[in-house]
């Protein structure tokens, strides 16, 4: 485990050892949170004290995005180097040699550990063990980033496709039609209790909960106990990108680390959230070296 800006991310954790642990977790009956933690989410903390101590008081917080494992690596140079004159410069450099051996794929620890591509590997090993799982949230968005006004159920859509890859996987419900307040809390736990009871279980295994953060972190920390579900994360725009799948960056632009690029170009609204990542979040890393926190 590491800590960025006052932020546990568990970058020793890939995706193979995720599932080990959810396995785990699995067992003991309990209730337990995924946080998949990005720039943005440590940039965000910094002014929500809420949200920071949700982060790290989850039971995995993965490194999902580049960036966290670039600052981790940066974060790492920088502690194992003595302290001297012109500290800023030998620091400034050391960033520099952190993003130049990104682009060599050398010398850099830790993997990225994208939300979407744990939502998928959830679901194989939901539908392997006979777990089962429920879709809260999503709402289709146009390039500006507002609400569609539609009729359509993103969550259930994102089911429908998902029984198209996972035929047996067991899905207790989905639903969009609830928000993310307080005060619509209780409608949202009668639904999903009533989907409960019509599938005759008495707990959720996998909780996903899109209503992006921090909302959905502060969700699932209110509610997750009271359904029960054994696991529950926040997904973001996953629902998206399974209802529709061209909204996933091709394969071109992950290879190269530049995902963020692609989401940014098909969802322009994307730009103050991605200004967040960088250069914002850098910089807060690098001045926060500087005063040795």
Known sequence: MTNILKIKIDVEKNRDSVMIEIGKMLMDNKSHIICTTNPEFIVYAQSDREFMNIIN???ISVPDGYGVILAHNYIKRVDSMRTGSIRSIRYFLTGVGV??????????????VRGVDLFYDICEYAEKNNKNIFLLGGWPKDIFGRKVNTDMDLASEAVLRLKLKYKNLNMIGATSKFSYKESDDQKT??????????????????????????????????????IPARISMGVGGTFDYIAYPKKRAPNIFIKYKLEWLYRLIIQPWRFKRIINAFPIFPIKVYISSLKGK
């Open 57 to 59: 008081n989850c039971d």
């Open 99 to 112: 993003i130049i051996d990104s682009f060599l794929s050398k010398k850099i620890e830790g993997e990225c």
């Open 189 to 226: 736990l009668d639904y999903i209790k009533s989907c409960m009871k019509n599938n005759n279980v008495n707990h959720i295994d996998f909780l996903f909960v899109a209503h992006g953060h921090p909302k959905q972190e502060k969700w699932i920390n209110r509610n997750a106990q009271k």
